[in-house]
């Protein structure tokens, strides 16, 4: 039987054998939850297998991916994954923020945000100029929240188009 992920059919006794294929596109995707989804998926078709069943992993065995199903522990793949976020200053330890808009807004949204929470943020703002993107300490988080919320009720008064805001968004 050959499935795509989410289809897979269930078996009385569970499967013989699981080959696991296309590894090395699922984990270099572009984008910062790739792994993670990886190890959700194929952990969720490894408990279709039988106990005494036979798994292919079409990653290098020294990947992190690939030594917790060999190993049977994917919560060392996990925390190795936070400590390298930790690192990166990246959700769950700071919080990303995506507001997308009309560049001129973007741009003077941009210095009211950085003079007001100078310091407490960094801002990136893609090519097209329409979505800038926020780093953010976990504890300046909900005061800068905060502030965008107010201004999001402020241009709703004025009758200007809301900001697209994205708290942690699942793609960066």
Partial sequence: MVS???????????????????GEELVNRPFIRSE????HRWFKILSY?????????SLPSQHGIAQ???QQKPTKFLNSEL???????LPPHSRLITISSDSLTI??????????????????IST?????TLKVDQKS??????????LQKLRSIKNKKLLSIHVDPYEI
């Fill in 4 to 22: 795509t992920f989410g289809v897979e059919p269930l078996h009385p006794q569970g499967y013989g054998a699981i080959v696991l294929l296309g």
């Fill in 68 to 70: 917790a199903i060999i």
């Fill in 49 to 57: 297998l039988h106990k005494e069943g036979a798994v292919f992993i």
């Fill in 83 to 89: 400590v390298e976020r930790s690192k990166a200053l």
């Fill in 128 to 132: 097209n100029g329409g979505t800038m």
């Fill in 141 to 150: 988080s909900n005061e800068i929240l905060v502030a965008l919320r107010a």
């Fill in 36 to 39: 993670e989804e990886t190890l």
């Fill in 107 to 124: 741009v003077s949204l941009r210095q009211k945000l950085e003079s007001e929470f100078s310091g407490k943020l960094t801002s990136h």
